[in-house]
């Protein structure tokens, strides 16, 4: 399925150029199976055909507006259903999850002392980038330091990848290898953050009862 993938992405990105990264991108930040690792490094093969600096220029160009495209609708559809909404459903379904709405509070004032690390750094993290926006959009951060440091960061990440593949050419798909490793960490983290996450709320329930 993977393999198929890759083909329609490079093909897509064969035929539409410009157009075709920046709408690959942005649907990658909604449909995180869209690899970006294949996207990104595609296109820097794609620029290097010609050995153009400004078509390089241009395929880092596009890629970001769509990553900030498709972070902005994130985060719009975040701020739409709203902490309300939010905290309705955990009165109802919470219990089942192990969440409650004193669970979300503590969550939004640890977003709220870090939320621009939070957004410039998991927009260059695998897994993290489309996420990290659907907290900006429920906690209402500011849109203009939303669009800057989401623009900043996925400029970041962007840039080294589609570079990354630029001076690869032939060999562009071994980027895709190297993130591969980076993801399994990032994998490995949250779910010991989430066993942890769990154990604790165990122990202090337990502890509650005693």
């Known amino acids: 399925m993977l393999s198929g993938l ?9 035929r539409f150029g410009y157009v075709g990264v920046a709408l690959l991108v942005f649907l ?15 296109a820097g093969f794609v620029a290097s055909d010609d050995e153009s600096i400004p078509e390089l220029i241009g395929m880092i160009i596009a890629a970001t507006i769509g990553s900030v495209a498709g972070a902005l609708l ?17 009165v109802r379904y919470g ?29 260059c993290v695998p897994l993290i980038r489309s996420v990290v926006s659907i907290p900006a ?3 209402r951060m500011p849109i203009a330091t939303f669009l800057l440091y989401t623009t900043i ?3 970041i990440w962007n840039s080294t990848l589609i570079g990354a593949g630029y001076l690869l050419r032939e060999q562009w798909e ?11 960490v990032v994998i490995a983290a949250i779910v010991v953050a989430v066993a942890w996450f769990v154990w604790s709320r165990r122990r202090t329930a337990a502890s509650a009862a005693r």
């Open 95 to 123: 219990k089942w999850l192990r969440l409650t709405p004193d669970d979300v509070e503590r969550a939004e004032r640890w977003f709220d002392r870090r939320a621009v690390v939070a957004v410039l750094v998991g927009r």
């Open 137 to 139: 959009g429920f906690r």
């Open 6 to 14: 890759a083909d329609w992405v490079t093909d897509v990105i064969d």
């Open 153 to 155: 960061g996925s400029l």
């Open 74 to 90: 994130l985060y719009g559809l975040a701020a739409w259903i709203g902490r309300d909404r939010l905290t309705r459903f955990l």
């Open 174 to 184: 071994d980027v895709e290898a190297v993130l591969s490793w980076f993801q399994y």
């Open 28 to 42: 990658e930040n909604l449909f995180p199976p869209i690899p970006s690792e294949v996207v990104l490094p595609f």
